[in-house]
Structures are given as structure tokens and as C-alpha cells.
Nanobody, 125 residues
Framework: QVHVAESGGGEVQAGGSLRLSCATSERISSRNAVGWYRQVPGKLREFVAAISTDGRSNYSDSLKDRFTISRDNAKNMIYLQINDLQPEDTAVYYC???????????????????WGQGTQVTVSS
């Protein structure tokens, strides 16, 4: 069982930035594909971004201008940089990973096997 943990959420004002971090219980290596999703109560989980084992990325079309996904295998971390935060970005943000590389970079249905508990991002106007 792979454990995934997100951190870095919080409350910010509109226009601010946050960097979310994702760590796993097993070493993130070139064998892991990782994605970020977000969810608002009462709505379906929304794809945000994904990164492949070789660093290629895929973004939601509506978010790609303000969101950046990256990975640092040496530090065993995945990051999601969010700039110019808006109140509509308020959600719980989830990190997920899979070793099935045939599914990497996909958005829906979510192709990941292991999910974290999420980190809350709240943006005030």
C-alpha cells in the first residue's frame, strides 16, 4: 500500500499564490505517474494537472495558465504551483499516483491507484 500525503494548503486572498506539495511513502521515482485533482462539496472531482515519469505534463484547459505541476525525484516530491488564486479555486486538492504507466497523463476517469486525504485551499475575495 502506497500512502500519499498533500500539504501546503491554506487560506489566501485573491491574487495570491500557493505551492502544494505531495509526498508518498515509497520513493517517487521514474516509475510513478502523478496527478492533482480538486473537489468542491457536492461536485465531482475535477482534473487539474498530471505529470509523467519523464516530466511531460497535461493540464485542464481552463487552469493551465495559472497552474504548474513539477516533480523532484531526488527530493521525493511532487509540486503544484498555483498563481493568481481566485475564489473559484477554493476546494480540497488531492494528489494521486500510479505505477501503471499506460494510464499516465490521462484525466478522466481518474487513472490513479493511490490517493491522499487532500489539502484545503480557501481563497477569499
Amino acid at each position: 500500500q502506497v500512502h500519499v500525503a498533500e500539504s501546503g494548503g491554506g487560506e489566501v486572498q485573491a491574487g495570491g499564490s500557493l505551492r502544494l506539495s505531495c509526498a508518498t511513502s515509497e520513493r517517487i521515482s521514474s516509475r510513478n505517474a502523478v496527478g492533482w485533482y480538486r473537489q468542491v462539496p457536492g461536485k465531482l472531482r475535477e482534473f487539474v494537472a498530471a505529470i509523467s515519469t519523464d516530466g511531460r505534463s497535461n493540464y485542464s484547459d481552463s487552469l493551465k495558465d495559472r497552474f504548474t505541476i513539477s516533480r523532484d525525484n531526488a527530493k521525493n516530491m511532487i509540486y503544484l504551483q498555483i498563481n493568481d488564486l481566485q475564489p473559484e479555486d477554493t476546494a480540497v486538492y488531492y494528489c494521486a499516483t500510479t505505477y501503471d504507466l499506460a494510464r499516465q497523463l490521462r484525466d478522466y476517469p481518474p487513472p490513479y491507484d493511490y490517493w491522499g486525504q487532500g489539502t484545503q485551499v480557501t481563497v477569499s475575495s
